[in-house]
């Protein structure tokens, strides 16, 4: 009971501790996204590259979004990743688009 209690406490301060964008499902990412946007594939903007993902980001979340749902060029519809909700691509597009 002790131990739990202590166990929810870490947990709520790490919570507290984490960055300011929603941690990305990194299941999805690294099964999908990752295989093309680490070393950039067919033009794909690196991950963490902010310099190249700064002219994707100015057309808006929402475009992007439909990008990748539409495929876009070289990225097929869903950038494979069939089981993504918009709110997850969303993230994993703040995390790429991010500095580490
Ligand atoms: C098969 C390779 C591949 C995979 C897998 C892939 N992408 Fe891409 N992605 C690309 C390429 C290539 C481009 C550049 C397309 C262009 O502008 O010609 C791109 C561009 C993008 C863009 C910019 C779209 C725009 O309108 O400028 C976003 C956002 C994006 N990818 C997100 C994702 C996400 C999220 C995933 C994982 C769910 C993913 N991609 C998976 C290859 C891929």
Redesign the pocket.
Known sequence: MIKSIAASVALASFMVAAPAFAEPNMD??NR??A???VSG?????KSHDVAAWET?MA?GMD??VA??KNG?????P????AD?SDEE?QE??TY?SSAK
Do not use: D, E, F
């Open positions: 999805k990412y999908a996204c295989a093309c946007h594939v067919a033009g794909a903007p994707r057309k475009a992007l990008s990748v876009l060029n070289a990225m097929p869903t950038g494979l990743c993504c691509y994993l597009i790429m």
